[in-house]
């Protein structure tokens, strides 16, 4: 095996450079606690990108994983396997569905929904019918398919040209969705509850429940992208639930695995017949490892305690950063659910979330950005109320040097 010390001059020589990581390499995590190479502490707000829900090692994740790792590690889908069989299970009687498709990313769960709805439409009403609507600066995967759904141009340059039948209205604009659906065309509008990459955006409560009922009116599937506010990051298992609005269609992932790569589409059972033997598949879907540590994940989160728990860690962190910045004066408002806030920066301060960022790794505490003008929080659902406020007090030293 290779020891050789690492650096991240080494990531230049040897990674392909679709990523720009900067220079502290994490190399042990503890609840939300993390130590780089040198041995510096720092608080985790970011949660890999609101994955690892239970924080690091958490010992319940560690326990599953290592029980199923001397047990089986892989079958292909020609078998199924106890830990799938029972993951599925428990998301059908936690959830609206009554089917899972199991897949390794949210990208992959996105690309088998968009691909069930076109194919559903084209089993019941035709081929005409596979135009799909979504949303301005929506976010929903890096395959071509599921980039080009997606609403951001940025990502789509320089590798069209990209699958057709797509429209973007805007985002919480129900108005902008009725000039662009068709009951002959449309197969399915996607939309996130929560527009997370345009700056932790919710979308309003009618604006959800008109999408139901455009969707039903035009004979179109209603499919939400829950890969980052699912599992518990809202305060609820799935943001679906605390808005009142049941989806045909939902695509979990992120938090699902607290850190493990798993993923799962969910759906009904008069859709999910339209992906027949043969229609889709994925060599790792349904991995034993993944499901094993998934299914402790939502064990633990599914809890009432945790849930409210959350509730609780979202008050404390949106009243400590508003604190913040209405000190100093850098954020014009703190938006979000749970533990996927949003701090967006003030007119004088746009453009420089990166600069937040960075301050607040010089402080020891872990942040993300959204764009140029939002600093985004997604910790641990289970972070202790003392990492919180340990937290606030880096980040409110990592502001101060910003505004001298």
């Not at 081929?127 to 789509?156: C, D, M, W």
């Not at 499901?291 to 009432?304: G, R």
């Not at 950063?321 to 007119?347: D, H």
Request: charged fraction near 20%; hydrophobic fraction near 40%.
């Amino acid at each position: 095996m290779n020891k050789e010390p690492v650096s991240r001059e080494l990531f230049d020589e040897v990674m392909v450079p679709n990523y720009a990581p900067g220079s502290v390499i994490p190399v042990k995590g503890q609840g939300s606690r993390i130590w780089d190479q040198e041995g510096r502490e720092f608080v985790d707000l970011a949660g890999g990108i609101a994955v690892t829900s239970l924080g690091h090692a958490h010992p319940g994740l560690v326990g599953a994983l290592m029980e199923q790792a001397e047990k089986l590690w892989h079958l292909s889908n020609v078998m199924t396997n106890e830990p799938a069989l029972r993951l599925a299970k428990t998301l059908c009687d936690l959830t609206f569905a009554e089917r899972v498709f199991f897949a390794n990313s949210g990208g992959e769960a996105n690309e088998a929904a968009f691909k069930l709805a076109r194919r559903y439409a084209w089993e019941h009403y035709g081929p005409e019918k596979h135009e799909i609507i979504s949303f301005k600066n929506a976010f929903h995967g890096r395959t071509l398919f599921t980039v080009s759904v997606g609403g951001q141009a940025k990502y789509l340059e320089g590798f069209e040209p990209a699958p057709g039948g797509i429209h973007h209205a805007d985002f919480n604009d129900l108005e902008s969705v009725k000039k662009l659906i068709s009951r002959e065309k449309t197969c399915a509008v996607v939309v996130e509850p929560i527009q997370g990459e345009s700056g932790v955006q919710p979308a309003d409560p009618e604006f959800l429940q008109g999408l139901r009922e455009l969707c039903d009116d035009h004979e179109a599937l209603l499919v939400f992208d829950e890969v980052q506010t699912g599992v518990g990051r809202t305060g609820h298992l799935y943001a679906y639930q605390m808005y009142g609005v049941t989806p045909d269609i939902l695509s979990s992932a992120k938090s699902l695995g607290g850190g493990f790569p798993v993923a799962a589409m969910l759906t009904t059972a008069k859709i999910a017949a339209s992906l027949g033997v043969g229609t889709h598949g994925s060599t790792y879907g349904g991995n034993p490892l993944a499901c094993a540590v998934a299914q402790k994940v939502i064990d633990t989160v599914s809890q009432p305690e945790i849930l409210k728990g959350v509730k609780a860690r979202s008050e404390h962190l949106k009243k400590g950063m508003a604190a913040i910045g209405e000190r100093f004066g850098v954020f014009s408002e703190v938006r979000g659910e749970g533990l996927l806030l949003g701090c967006a920066l003030t007119k004088q301060w746009q453009g420089r979330a990166r600069d937040f960022l960075n301050a607040g790794l010089e402080q020891g505490v872990m942040v993300l950005i959204a764009g140029g003008n939002t600093v985004r929080l997604a910790p641990s659902l289970i972070i202790p109320e003392t990492d919180i406020d340990e937290a606030l007090a880096r980040f409110e030293k990592a502001v101060e040097t910003l505004c001298s």
